[in-house]
């Protein structure tokens, strides 16, 4: 199994590339649309338009996205022997958090989705800047290898 995930490793790595930009995608775009459902009142047709594509995004972008970076990930580790590495297991946790992140933010606008309000535009603009900070960290990490 090793050996044939070795073999197709630069596929796995173009893949997983490629679906954490859809996953960072996802996760810059989601707090802005919260920003946007912000300007329609509870209960209103707006606030209904906005549900309908954040579900979207969640549904069809996200959260898929974020399996996919996942399993390609993990893949990778595995195939090129990775998990006793002290850089992987920096990255690991980074990569955590963010997932901890995309599970609450999904959370927060369920709870948008429902009529309630649990954040204000200045919070929903200071953690969006979260998951861009996560990228640098995570990327220098995979690139630097620094231990
Ligand atoms: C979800 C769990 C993840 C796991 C288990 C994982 C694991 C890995 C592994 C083992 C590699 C191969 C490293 C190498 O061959 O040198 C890799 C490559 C890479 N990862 Fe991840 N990763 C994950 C998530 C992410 C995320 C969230 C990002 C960015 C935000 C990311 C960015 C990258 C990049 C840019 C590369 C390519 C590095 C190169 O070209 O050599 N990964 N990842």
Known sequence: MQDLLLSIYLFLKAGHVIFMVFWLAGLFMLPRQCIYMLDHAPGSEGEAKW?????KLRSIILT??????????????YAGGHFTSGWFHAKLTLVL????????????TKKMARGERPL???????????????LVLIVALVYLKPF
Do not use: D, F, K, N
């Open 64 to 77: 898929p996205s974020m399996i996919t970076v996942w399993v390609l990930g993990l893949s990778l580790a």
């Open 120 to 134: 204000t535009e200045a919070r929903l603009r200071m953690i969006g800047e979260v998951p861009g900070l996560l």
């Open 51 to 55: 549900a309908t594509r954040m579900g």
């Open 97 to 108: 958090v963010m997932t901890g992140y995309h599970g609450w933010l999904v959370g927060q």
